[in-house]
């Protein structure tokens, strides 16, 4: 999916939509979704949102500057992170996110 997609996904009235749009940023990891991942970690009506948004704004901050096989690297450690939040999740379910 491209950004402008997923960024216009962020504003779905669907959380898991926002959700699987969150997780799908991370892995994109384009400075460009910063300000929209932002609105969603300050805005967002539901507090889990908000803070895998602040998850997604860290992950991306740091694997912009990355070569290619380390930011493949980072993105194994953004999924086992992401599932270990859907693990915890009062909100969600790993079904949630699959297509």
Do not use: C
Not at 14 to 29: K, P
Request: overall charge negative.
């Amino acid at each position: 999916m491209s950004l402008d997609t997923l960024s216009q996904e962020l504003n779905d009235s669907n959380e898991r939509t926002r959700l699987r749009a969150l997780y799908q940023l991370g892995i994109l990891g384009d400075p460009l979704a910063i300000p929209a991942v932002q609105q969603v970690a300050e805005n967002d009506p539901n507090t889990e949102l908000r803070n895998v948004a602040r998850a997604v704004l860290s992950h991306v901050q740091n694997t912009s500057q990355m070569s290619t096989t380390e930011d493949a690297k980072a993105d194994v450690e953004w999924t086992r992170q992401f599932v270990q939040y859907i693990e915890k999740s009062s909100s969600f379910m790993a079904f949630d996110v699959s297509d």
